[in-house]
């Protein structure tokens, strides 16, 4: 029954135990299952034991055609399960059902979709513009919110659910 584990259940078992030691924020976990029932969809009713490397080779190929750094992420992802499967999953005589992880192949290849850094930036001359096209939209809300991100550095969510007790009106700052 425990050689039976199947990619969903290791999947699953992963995300909870991440959660419960607060590892993982709850959106981390959410854009990681959106990932993995979007690209490996037809692997998760698999017994997780079943998955080699050449078929983590070909899904990684076939993903990366359109979307490399998916392709990575996913990969990812899968590789930290396959990790928590290996030391989570024993059998009666405490031989672990997972005994090696087939995505190390992609390093061992050099198969990893090289990504290139971003660099769409807003640069000092863009600032006016950027600024204007803030108070140009309907919403206030929106035009400020907008404005609060590219000034303090925020990411969208961590702005989106900063509570009202870090900041501070008068000193014109968030703690």
């Known amino acids: ?3 039976a584990i199947t990619l969903r259940k290791a999947f699953d078992d992963y995300i909870a135990d991440k959660r419960e030691t607060n590892s993982i924020k709850e959106s981390t976990a959410y854009v990681y ?11 998760l009713g698999k017994p997780i034991g079943s998955i080699q490397e050449d078929d983590i080779t070909d899904r ?10 998916q392709a ?12 928590f499967a290996m030391n ?14 087939p995505v190390s192949q992609l390093s061992k290849d050099s198969r990893w979709n090289r990504m290139k850094p971003r660099t769409n930036i807003i640069k000092d001359h863009q600032l006016k513009a ?12 929106a035009s400020d919110y907008l404005a609060f991100l ?6 969208a969510e961590e702005a989106g ?3 009202w007790s870090q900041v501070d009106l008068k000193g014109k700052t968030i703690l």
């Open 88 to 101: 989570k999953y024993k059998t009666a005589d405490r031989t672990a059902v997972v005994k090696d992880n």
């Open 130 to 141: 950027f600024f204007a096209a803030c108070r140009s939209l309907e919403h206030p809300t």
């Open 60 to 69: 990684h190929k076939h993903i990366s055609r359109t979307h490399p750094g």
């Open 161 to 163: 659910s900063l509570p």
């Open 150 to 155: 590219l000034l303090t550095g925020l990411r």
């Open 72 to 83: 990575n992420h996913v990969m990812r992802v899968l590789r930290a399960v396959f990790n």
């Open 33 to 43: 299952r959106c990932d993995i029932e979007k690209c490996l969809a037809d692997w």
């Open 1 to 3: 029954k425990v050689k």
